[in-house]
């Protein structure tokens, strides 16, 4: 008699649960992605440098207006909660203090990818299209360039526009907001 392993997924809510009882560390670097426990990458100084940018470049524009995280989980039903390097989320007054935001808050996401940029990719950016996320950024430090993706159509994001360095990236929700790529994509093509 031969014994098949199967594969049990988590859900949304049974990560969310697990996380409460305390089941994993308070410091490990894991999501969740399509009901599979993952370790993120490492974070490495280009990458820290570039979020810590991204942040210090909106927070103090988007203040009384939205919500700005960095590296703070979103759940994306019904098997994902993810920590985007930074999320940009409705404004509510309660800050979401009983819940994490959901898609339907979510205004702007971002990832910086130094060495992740294929989970990006490849599991991050359908999941954030599928969950209809109006617009995703993506900086890709090795290719020294940043991908913007809008309009999110049966689970894949149909404009995607290059942005090279020199170039600029304005949010769709916050059009008067213009952030210098190059403020972003420094000191060269080169990651550490």
Known sequence: MSVELVERRITLDEWERMVEAGVFDEDE??????GRI????PIGIRH????AALYEFFL???????IV?????????PDAEVEPDLLIVRYRTDQYRTRHPRPEDVLLIVEVADSSLS?????????????GIPEAWLFDLRGDRA???CEPQNGTYSLVRIVERGGTLSPIAFPDLVLQANDILWPGGESE
């Open 29 to 34: 670097r894991i999501e969740l992605l399509g």
């Open 38 to 41: 993952v370790c993120m990458a």
């Open 48 to 51: 820290r440098a570039s979020t």
């Open 60 to 66: 103090p524009r988007l203040l009384g207006r939205a």
């Open 69 to 77: 995280y960095s590296q703070q989980p979103v759940g994306i039903p």
């Open 119 to 131: 989970i990006d990719t490849s599991a991050k950016l359908p999941r954030y299209a599928e969950a």
């Open 147 to 149: 991908l913007v993706y």
